[in-house]
């Protein structure tokens, strides 16, 4: 099996991010992969999971299953990437996904002892998730491979979440000890999952094992809030195949999507101030 990797700032702010995007991906009908056959699959807790390639295994951060049929394919499974960096995603950082994909794609075998109906299979699609968006020749590279890049560098939504997870990682929370091993990884990631879904005006706590002062429970609050400030997350494709993650703080317009899944809509972005980058805003034409 895979080892954690070493933690930097920038490892642990992918971490919480990657949270975030669990959430708004159960919210849109991907929900996270929970069993499978176990020579293909490992579940060590919901925040690790790995995936078996052709050659090895993969820690995937979140191996999503659509909740809904397709016809003529197999279950659409999600293989995503979350990367929190201080820049762009780059050029390598795709390349490496796509050899855990093709990896794992091709790890396609069935035993002939079993019946069909025993061996599950997927419609492997590849998304990279990036908190603050992707080189050029990176998006270039994914799209070559089938890969969607899925950005939130010009979010506006997303601004104050990202703020949140810097500002908390830059006071040593959760600290480096905290995270050491994939186990208390993944049962960190956990709980904040657990903490970020809390209803609002409850004050989220941590297990002692997480020492939190007076300023890091402020941030965590806010970090909370701002996610339960999200009234609309899905997920929406341009007529020209471009990816994009709606985020609103207004209620979803189910009514213009009665009867049709496509709709006119006016994306723009607002002017930027000197020290932040344009901010991606959406408007319904109907």
Not at 59 to 74: A, G, N
Not at 174 to 186: D, F, H, I, W
Not at 203 to 212: A, C, E, G, K, S
Not at 260 to 270: E, G, M
Request: proline letters at 5%; glycine letters at 6%; charged letters at 25%.
């Amino acid at each position: 099996m895979t080892a954690a990797k070493p933690l930097t700032p920038s490892n642990i702010c992918g971490h919480m991010f990657e949270v975030f995007i669990r959430i708004l991906l159960d919210k849109n009908g991907w929900h996270v992969q929970s069993k499978g056959d176990t020579k293909k699959f490992n579940l060590s807790g919901p925040f690790w999971i790995e995936l078996k390639g052709r050659g090895t295994w993969h820690q995937i951060d979140s191996p999503c299953i659509f909740e809904k049929p397709v016809p003529f394919i197999y279950s659409l499974r999600l293989i995503s990437e979350v990367k929190f960096l201080k820049g762009e995603v780059q050029k390598d950082d795709m390349r490496a996904f796509i050899g855990v994909l093709k990896d794992i794609s091709e790890n396609y075998f069935i035993d002939d002892k079993h019946t069909e109906d025993s061996q599950e299979r997927y419609t492997d699609v590849g998304t990279f998730f990036s908190a603050n968006g992707f080189q050029q020749e990176a998006v270039n590279l994914g799209f070559a491979h089938g890969i969607r890049t899925v950005s939130y560098r010009t979010n506006k939504n997303v601004a104050d979440i990202k703020t949140c997870i810097e500002q908390l990682v830059n006071l040593g929370f959760p600290s480096k000890s905290t995270l050491s091993g994939k186990r208390k990884l993944a049962e960190f990631k956990e709980h904040l999952h657990k903490a970020m879904s809390t209803p609002p005006n409850n004050v989220v706590r941590f297990h002692n094992d997480v020492p939190i002062t007076t300023e890091m429970q402020v941030l965590v609050d806010g970090l909370r809030d701002s996610l339960n400030g999200i009234r609309a997350s899905f997920l929406g494709t341009t007529s020209t195949g471009i990816l994009l993650h709606f985020i609103g703080t207004d209620e979803f317009p189910e009514e213009l999507f009665t009867g049709t899944d496509t709709q006119p809509c006016k994306v723009f972005y607002d002017e930027p101030t000197v020290m932040s980058c344009p901010q991606l805003l959406y408007h319904f034409l109907s």
